[in-house]
């Protein structure tokens, strides 16, 4: 089947740090990435106007979701006692808790999960999300997709 794919880039500064015993000790300690992460949405097809979805509608509600919650915060996995202790130290800290160690890996996936709430509250008809791309540094990334 022929699909038209749009993709949306944004960056966002974000640490983070893996709290198990099996992590490299160097990503147990918090540490921070410049991240740079691309949505792509496709569908089968284009509105009267040549459109998948409309990239400024798009723009703003992935980013500011992005900005609201990830740019500049902390992400740990709940139950890190990091938790505490940053909080106890400043409590305003911007603290993104997850279920699981945020990996890269992990994030991908979750930010995944995130756009397609908000590609479904754009209600665009027949556009779905096809992936994630994460890049943690200029060298490393992690994609996810369902497919």
Known sequence: MSMYTVEVRHNFETAHRLATE????KCQ???GHSWWVTLVVCGPEIDASGMLIEFGALKKAWRSWLDTYI???LVLR???PMIEAV???YADSRIFVTDENPTTEVMARL???RAEIIVRELGVEG???DRIVLNETRVNAATYSRD
């Open 22 to 25: 099996d992590a490299p000790k």
């Open 29 to 31: 300690s918090i540490h």
């Open 71 to 73: 740019d500049h915060a």
């Open 78 to 80: 709940a139950g890190d």
């Open 87 to 89: 909080r106890g130290a």
């Open 111 to 113: 930010l995944y999960e």
């Open 127 to 129: 556009v779905r999300v």
